[in-house]
């Protein structure tokens, strides 16, 4: 969704691909579905990064026999019962999706580097409430947070549902073959479905030839406002000013900081 004009009216976009957001002589001209156009000083990209579902270029995917999607579009264990599956991913999404695979169907996890687990409830406070109440959550921390490795959030059900139904986890696989995988091990075999946990991509085609997005199409910002582009902000980006940016305890507080920065008097 994207958010223009002083009073921040609502530019509903169904197909950003086929949309427009252009700056002409200082006025923000958007373009939305059905043809409707607004003009306006400022426009906040609020359309995050959960756009487009991202999997792995692995080799020999376009030859491979079997099903393959991404955690986006799977929605139930039912239609992979009695099959040979591998979840690509060693996230929380890939750790659930394996978990409810696995009393129905031969699942195996398949990721770079073992699963990291974090506890759910530390001395017995979810973890969300120490971030809160020790104030990491508006810390800013992206730096620090950027590097640390991927940690699933449980409380024992996963991991112990995975020991369970002996969803085991092995090093990525290196190839798809027309049958199924070639593991970094050499050993091949055959698969039924490869699921991709593998996360999303944000993506702002609409701003294409703006000058707000790098080389890799990802905004030049600080804290959320764009640092090449006048009347232009950003909400729900990962770590946009903290730990808690992308989620709904911090984006609140990243749009009310945006709007102030947005509707100062231009000097």
């Known amino acids: 969704m994207l958010r223009v004009g002083r009073r921040l009216q609502s530019a509903p976009f169904c197909d950003l691909a086929d949309r427009s957001v252009t700056r002409q002589d200082s006025v923000w001209r958007v373009r939305?579905?059905?043809?409707?156009?607004?003009?306006?000083?400022?426009?906040?990209?609020?359309?995050?990064?959960?756009?487009?579902?991202?999997?792995?270029?692995?080799?020999?995917?376009?030859?491979?026999?079997?099903?393959?999607?991404?955690?986006?579009?799977?929605?139930?264990?039912g239609s992979f019962a009695g099959q040979r599956v591998i979840v690509v991913g060693g996230g929380n999404?890939?750790?659930?999706?394996?978990?409810?695979?696995?009393?129905?169907?031969?699942?195996?996890?398949?990721?770079?580097?073992?699963?990291?687990?974090t506890p759910q409830k530390p001395l017995g406070r979810d973890l969300h409430w120490w971030l809160k109440h020790t104030r990491?959550?508006?810390?800013?921390?992206?730096?620090?947070?950027?590097?640390v490795p991927v940690s699933v959030l449980d409380d024992g059900h996963y991991r112990a549902a995975l020991d369970r139904h002996g969803v085991d986890r092995r090093d990525m696989f290196s190839t798809f073959t027309s049958d199924g995988v070639?593991?970094?091990?050499?050993?091949?075999?055959?698969?039924?479905?490869?699921?991709?946990?593998?996360g999303y991509r944000p993506v702002f085609g609409y701003l294409t030839g703006s000058g707000a997005l790098d080389a890799a199409g990802a905004p030049v910002h600080r804290g959320g406002l764009s640092t090449t582009v006048k009347g232009l902000g950003f909400v729900g980006i990962e770590f946009?000013?903290?730990?808690?940016?992308?989620?709904?305890?911090?984006?609140?507080?990243?749009?009310?900081?945006?709007l102030d920065r947005l509707s100062a008097p231009r000097g």
């Open 182 to 198: 070639l593991w970094a091990d050499g050993v091949k075999e055959d698969v039924d479905a490869v699921v991709f946990a593998t």
């Open 240 to 258: 946009q000013r903290s730990f808690s940016s992308k989620t709904l305890r911090g984006v609140g507080r990243d749009a009310a900081w945006l």
């Open 93 to 117: 999404s890939a750790i659930q999706i394996a978990a409810e695979l696995g009393p129905v169907a031969d699942t195996t996890l398949a990721t770079r580097r073992p699963v990291g687990w």
């Open 136 to 147: 990491l959550d508006i810390a800013p921390v992206r730096r620090l947070l950027a590097k």
């Open 32 to 77: 939305s579905e059905g043809g409707r156009e607004f003009t306006s000083a400022a426009v906040i990209a609020a359309t995050g990064d959960y756009g487009t579902p991202f999997s792995l270029d692995i080799p020999g995917r376009a030859g491979f026999g079997g099903r393959v999607l991404h955690a986006a579009g799977y929605r139930s264990p």
